[in-house]
């Protein structure tokens, strides 16, 4: 039965650390490489381009929103543009601490549980003949259990590391995208370093834990 429980909470751990690694990995519906891919093309109705793009998926309401600071005026395209850049990281520091939480969940469970085996093992009345092969029998239990916990947390670990280099890389190229996508946008010769500098970096942007 304990290993069982023990089982449980370390699959339900495992999901929710799951679900936080796809908000990393996938905040916003269109790729953001497919995006940097298409810009490259040389155009002048890019945003008009990926505009009908976002428009076509119902859940591009992210990329609808920073196409439409692009077409703002100037005076105020940057903190438009800054406001939909907050606001995906957001969406991408969603459950940021989940996995964090789930692993120490699965290393006290799985400790706990390991304990009450022990305990649930030893207490069972046995003769002095057979009281070693009983000890060995409760302790492998306690392993069992433990192990289970200790492999729920191992895996909680390897998906916030990994949730951590998904989020720096999307910041990373959401900025790409967007400087493209404002160099595109602007007349020829035209003078976008004070645009370029006001935006904020990812990485003063992005604080996950």
Same mark, same amino acid.
Do not use: K, Y
């Given at each position: 039965m304990l290993p069982v429980l023990a089982l449980l909470i370390a699959?339900?751990?495992? =999901?929710?650390s799951a679900a936080r690694l796809r908000f990393a990995l996938a905040p916003t519906v269109l790729d953001m490489s497919t995006l940097l891919r298409a810009i490259t093309n040389e155009t002048d109705d890019i945003v008009v381009l990926l505009r009908a793009a976002a428009a076509?998926?119902?859940? =591009?309401?992210?990329?609808?929103?920073?196409?439409?600071?692009?077409? =703002?005026?100037?005076? /105020?395209?940057?903190?438009?543009?800054?406001?939909?850049? *907050?606001?995906?990281?957001? *969406?991408? &520091?969603?459950?940021?601490?989940?996995? *964090?939480?789930? !692993?120490?969940?699965?290393?006290?469970?799985?400790?706990?549980?390991?304990?009450?085996?022990? *305990?649930?093992?030893?207490? /069972?009345? !046995?003769?002095? !003949?057979? &009281?070693?092969?009983?000890?060995?029998? =409760?302790?492998?239990?306690?392993?069992?259990?433990?192990?289970? &916990?200790?492999?729920?947390? !191992?895996?909680?670990?390897?998906?916030?590391m990994r949730s951590r280099k998904a989020a720096s890389s999307r910041a990373q190229a959401v900025d790409r995208f967007v400087e493209r996508l404002e160099r595109s946008t602007q007349p020829a010769g035209a003078a976008i370093t004070s645009a370029g500098a006001a935006l904020a970096p990812a990485t003063d942007r992005l604080s996950l834990a």
């Open positions: 699959a339900a751990c495992a =999901a929710a076509s998926d119902e859940g =591009a309401d992210w990329e609808l929103g920073l196409l439409d600071a692009f077409g =703002a005026s100037h005076l /105020v395209r940057v903190a438009l543009i800054n406001e939909q850049l *907050r606001e995906l990281d957001h *969406r991408v &520091g969603r459950w940021a601490r989940v996995p *964090r939480v789930c !692993a120490s969940i699965c290393t006290s469970a799985g400790l706990l549980l390991a304990t009450m085996a022990l *305990r649930i093992g030893l207490s /069972v009345p !046995a003769d002095a !003949a057979d &009281g070693r092969s009983r000890i060995n029998a =409760a302790v492998l239990d306690a392993m069992d259990v433990a192990a289970i &916990g200790l492999a729920g947390a !191992a895996f909680c670990i390897a998906i916030q």
